[in-house]
C-alpha cells in the first residue's frame, strides 16, 4: 500500500510544459544568412519576441549582434580582425566567463563547447584590401541557455556554418 501511495505522489507531480515557443527564429546573424535550424538548438526553446541587434554601422574591425529572446540575450554572433598568427585558443580564451576551448579540431581552426564557438574565417579578398596578408578574420559565437553534448554538437554545426557564409559575404569578398 506504501509503494502505491508513494508511486501515486510521484506520478502527480510531474513539472508543468514549458510555455510554446511564438518566435520566429532569425535567418541572418549581422547581416549573413544563416539556416534558422542551425540556431534552433541553442536559442531558448520558449518565449514570445525576437529581436537581432544588428551591428553598429561604424563598428571598425569586425561585427557583433545579438538575438535577444523576451528580452534576454539568447545568441550573440561577433567577427573580428585579429593579428596575422592570432590562434583560434588564442580568441576562445580571451573570453572572460567562458571556456570555448573545450574541444578544438585537428587543423586548429576551430573550438567549441556547449556555450559557445570561434572559427578563423577564410577571407581571400578582404573588403579593406590593407588586411590581406596581416590580419586573420574570426567568427566566434556565444550562447548561454543550453549546456551538455547536445549544445556542443549544435555550437560546432553553427560556427563552421557561420565561418563559411562569412567567407562568402561581401567582408570577404572585396566589398
Known amino acids: 500500500m506504501a509503494v502505491l501511495l508513494a508511486f501515486g505522489t510521484l506520478a502527480g507531480c510531474s513539472s508543468p510544459e514549458p510555455p510554446p515557443k511564438e518566435y520566429a527564429t532569425p535567418t541572418s546573424l549581422c547581416g549573413v544568412p544563416i539556416d534558422p535550424a542551425l540556431l534552433d538548438p541553442l536559442l531558448p526553446a520558449s518565449g514570445k519576441t525576437v529581436v537581432v541587434r544588428e551591428p553598429h554601422p561604424e563598428l571598425q574591425g569586425g561585427s557583433h549582434c545579438t538575438v535577444v529572446v523576451d528580452g534576454s540575450t539568447g545568441l550573440s554572433a561577433t567577427t573580428t580582425w585579429r593579428e596575422l598568427g592570432t590562434s583560434v585558443r588564442d580568441i576562445a580564451r580571451g573570453q572572460p566567463y567562458e571556456s570555448l576551448d573545450?574541444?578544438?579540431?585537428?587543423?586548429?581552426?576551430?573550438?567549441?563547447?556547449?556555450?559557445?564557438?570561434?572559427?578563423?574565417?577564410?577571407?581571400?579578398?578582404?573588403?579593406?584590401?590593407?588586411?590581406?596578408?596581416?590580419?586573420?578574420?574570426?567568427?566566434?559565437?556565444?550562447?548561454?541557455?543550453?549546456?551538455?553534448?547536445?549544445?556542443?554538437?549544435?555550437?560546432?554545426?553553427?560556427?563552421?556554418?557561420?565561418?563559411?557564409?562569412?567567407?562568402?559575404?561581401?567582408?570577404?569578398?572585396?566589398?
Open 102 to 175: 573545450e574541444h578544438i579540431s585537428a587543423d586548429r581552426r576551430y573550438s567549441w563547447g556547449d556555450k559557445g564557438a570561434v572559427s578563423k574565417v577564410d577571407c581571400p579578398e578582404p573588403a579593406e584590401t590593407r588586411r590581406k596578408g596581416t590580419q586573420q578574420l574570426f567568427a566566434h559565437m556565444l550562447a548561454g541557455d543550453r549546456e551538455g553534448p547536445a549544445a556542443e554538437a549544435a555550437m560546432k554545426k553553427l560556427i563552421l556554418a557561420y565561418a563559411d557564409a562569412v567567407s562568402k559575404s561581401a567582408e570577404c569578398r572585396g566589398g
